[in-house]
């Protein structure tokens, strides 16, 4: 698969290209399999556009752990009482790994949030 899109290097949003291109290619081959070089070829950019946003691919690969940490807590907050500890954790972690996986930088088109937390179909 090439370059995402038809974009250039003076298009908006560098940073979420590369998260996306470097997503899309630790998916497709494994992260030790791909280099900056890769990463930033797919964004259609260069490796020094890489390196003005990320220190390294481990950084671009953890961009988003701030924002996922902070909507499972936010879910366990909002947990009932009705929920188990356990199922509260578990809960909070599924959507907040649901947001991460359509997150606007790892998915290109519209994406929406999970569904309020709810404990309908625990099981």
Request: glycine share 10%; net charge neutral; charged share 20%.
């Amino acid at each position: 698969m090439g370059r995402l899109g038809c974009v250039g290097r003076w298009e908006p949003d560098a940073a979420g290209r590369l998260q996306q291109a470097a997503m899309a290619l630790f998916l497709e081959r494994g992260y030790a399999e791909v280099t900056v070089a890769e990463i930033a070829g797919r964004a259609g950019l260069t490796k020094r556009t890489f390196f003005n946003h990320f220190a390294d691919k481990r950084e671009v690969f953890f961009a988003g752990a701030k924002d996922f940490e902070a909507r499972v807590l936010g879910h366990l907050a909002e947990a009932g009482d009705d929920l188990a500890p356990l199922d509260a954790a578990v809960l909070a972690l599924t959507h907040g790994g649901l947001w991460r996986s359509t997150s606007p930088t790892l998915m290109p088109a519209g994406s929406s949030s999970p569904p309020p937390l709810s404990c309908k179909n625990a099981s």
